[in-house]
């Protein structure tokens, strides 16, 4: 199983988090806030294919890193993954909204000029937004909403877009979050922890609890754990295949 939300660098020991997943076998996509938290983070990876380094820039942190766009450009032919980055209306953050879309549109005109990037999005009481924006920039391959908040509406437009969703424990802790999981199709959903940030029982989730958001999962699909492992390792199959095949490829490995 595949952690694909994981904020691997901000762990009090990073290392030894990393080390303990690939013992027990748990893949992480590893999603940095800042672009300059990238070359140290990417170092975490080093001899270790079971982790990938995204590129990111929280939108909560727009204001204060717009700045890094350039060092975002310069990392990017570099990264197959990009994350955390999206937009975030909660109250708090909601001054910085100019400068959340201003990161956020730039961040989107890359990824469809690459054509090839796999994206993490954060949409926090911002999912239209975040829709029209793909709209905008309609050549992200593979955006994947993660712990999705919004309306049945706007999952259901998501759905129609194309996304992924990554879903946690945290998130199939709560009503509104087990409605929405029940309503996305199986074959689009994968794990998360969103750990350190995301907590359960007051301790912050290491990537091997992705057993645990695969229990709830198990629970609300009404299968038992075997059978929701089963799905959720061929949809991680599915979305990896897309950040190695480039759009319209022939197979010409140049492309
Ligand atoms: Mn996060």
Not at 158 to 181: H, I
Request: glycine share 8%.
């Amino acid at each position: 199983m595949i952690d694909f939300h994981c904020h691997l660098d901000l762990y009090r020991s990073p290392l030894e988090v990393a080390e303990d997943a690939e013992r027990l076998g748990i893949g992480i996509l590893s999603v940095t806030t800042t672009p300059s938290a990238w070359p140290g983070t990417s170092r975490l990876a080093e001899g270790r294919s079971t982790i990938k380094t995204a590129l990111g820039l929280h939108p909560q942190l727009a204001s204060e890193r717009k700045h890094e766009l350039r060092l975002f450009d310069r990392y990017l032919p570099d990264a197959a993954f990009v994350g955390e980055v999206g937009l975030d209306g909660s109250p708090e953050h909601r001054s910085s909204w100019s400068d959340q879309e201003l990161v956020f549109g730039h961040v989107l005109r890359c990824c469809e000029e690459a054509q090839d990037k796999i994206v993490s999005i954060h949409s926090r009481r911002a999912a239209g937004a975040v829709l029209d924006s793909l709209d905008k920039f309609g050549g992200v391959r593979a955006p994947i909403l993660h712990w999705f908040s919004g309306t049945r509406a706007e999952l259901r437009r998501a759905v129609d877009r194309g996304c992924w969703f990554s879903v946690g424990a945290a998130m199939l802790a709560g009503a509104k979050g087990r409605a929405l999981v029940h309503e996305m199709p199986r074959d689009r959903v994968l794990l998360e922890t969103d750990g350190p940030f995301a907590q359960v029982n007051r301790n912050a989730l290491r990537p091997s609890d992705v057993a645990i958001a695969c229990r709830s999962l198990a629970d609300l699909w009404s299968t038992d754990c075997e059978d929701a492992e089963l799905i959720i390792g061929k949809n991680e199959r599915t979305l990896l295949r897309l950040s190695t095949e480039k759009r319209g490829s022939t197979g010409d490995p140049d492309r």
